[in-house]
């Protein structure tokens, strides 16, 4: 139980620090905010209809930015996972208080 804590503090500390890294990145984009940096850059809509090829710098920052929120998706999963095995193992304990190793 003591282990999932100290991993999950850690998720919640690197969730923290990733998203407010994320919200400091400025792709060029009108639409991002400091409420849509958890949002994929293809998920803003394009307000002109016809294509237009982009920067190649601008794509380059894209994918970065992209790539950072899926690993803060990763983690918010994996904060989801720990947060579930430690409220098993607390439940565990108050049901049954002697002690026993996590399987």
Known sequence: MFIISFFLILLILCFKLLASNIKRIRTGDPNESDQTYWM???DF???NK????ENKELLKRKRTRNFLVFILYLIAFGIFLLLNSFTAHLLDFIVSPQFSYPV
């Open 40 to 42: 994929f850059s293809y």
């Open 50 to 53: 016809d294509w237009e090829p």
């Open 45 to 47: 809509k394009s307000p």
